[in-house]
């Protein structure tokens, strides 16, 4: 079986401080992604990446920041947290481009105060 | 721009009465769409893929079933544990990621 996993399933954070995101999978995938779900808005990605070191933008990349040192590993990074980043930000990873499926972690439920 | 619209919002049932997800979509060449099932508070879970129209799938008391514009969800005699969000999500020639609809919040009842 796949598995994602994130490294907390509940954060609370002051405005301004740097949050770190982790996910990571055991599965050797190629892709991973970030995702936050709000809402009415559903889900939006934020950050994929397709190999380690290489990212790529999603619809809303602003504010955030990505790592991936390692090919099961894939951060994200809140460099200076606000309110508006209150969410469920969702992690995952699939095993190559084209049409294969995205596996979902846990997910962390951000309260940024 | 790719478009997904997921068909109703919130629908309940009772135990037993069976009913369809609607999924429209839009996309310049599908590759592949999919459906999850969120429970709340948790990631989403992988149900089906599909890649071409009149293609089905099944497991349990889903079906489900695509066409060149839509794509829908069947539950057949649902029970309460099958009351979670039903997210569907295709993709395209232009990417990698999914590009998701709303969901259909589904409740039912004993």
């Known amino acids: 079986d796949v598995k994602v996993t994130q490294s907390s399933r509940y954060l609370v954070k002051r405005t301004g401080e740097k949050v770190f995101l982790e996910c990571v999978q055991d599965m050797d995938h190629e892709n991973m992604f970030w995702y936050r779900q709000d809402p009415g808005l559903g889900l939006r990605l934020i950050y994929f990446?397709?190999?380690?070191?290489?990212?790529e933008k999603g619809d809303i990349p602003e504010g955030y920041s990505v790592s991936r040192e390692k090919k099961e590993r894939f951060s994200l990074i809140l460099e200076s947290a606000s309110t508006n980043q209150t969410s469920m930000y969702l992690c995952?990873?699939?095993?190559?481009?084209?049409?294969?499926?995205?596996?979902f972690g846990p997910g962390t439920r951000l309260l940024v105060l | 721009e790719d478009q997904v619209t997921q068909s109703p919002e919130a629908l309940r049932l009772q135990e037993g009465e069976s009913s369809s997800l609607n999924c429209s979509y839009t996309v310049s060449g599908l590759r592949g769409l999919f459906w999850y099932r969120q429970d709340p508070g948790k990631g989403p879970e992988f149900l089906f893929t599909?890649?071409?129209a009149g293609e089905e799938k099944e497991k349990e008391r889903l079906k489900a079933t695509l066409t060149k514009k839509e794509s829908f969800l069947h539950i057949t005699a649902p029970k309460p544990e099958d009351s979670a969000t039903y997210l569907c999500a295709v993709l395209s020639n232009s990417g990698y990621a999914l590009n998701f609809g709303k969901g259909t919040s589904l409740l039912v009842t004993p």
């Open positions: 995952a990873s699939s095993f190559m481009a084209g049409v294969e499926t995205q596996y």
């Open positions: 990446s397709y190999d380690v070191k290489m990212k």
């Open positions: 599909l890649y071409s």
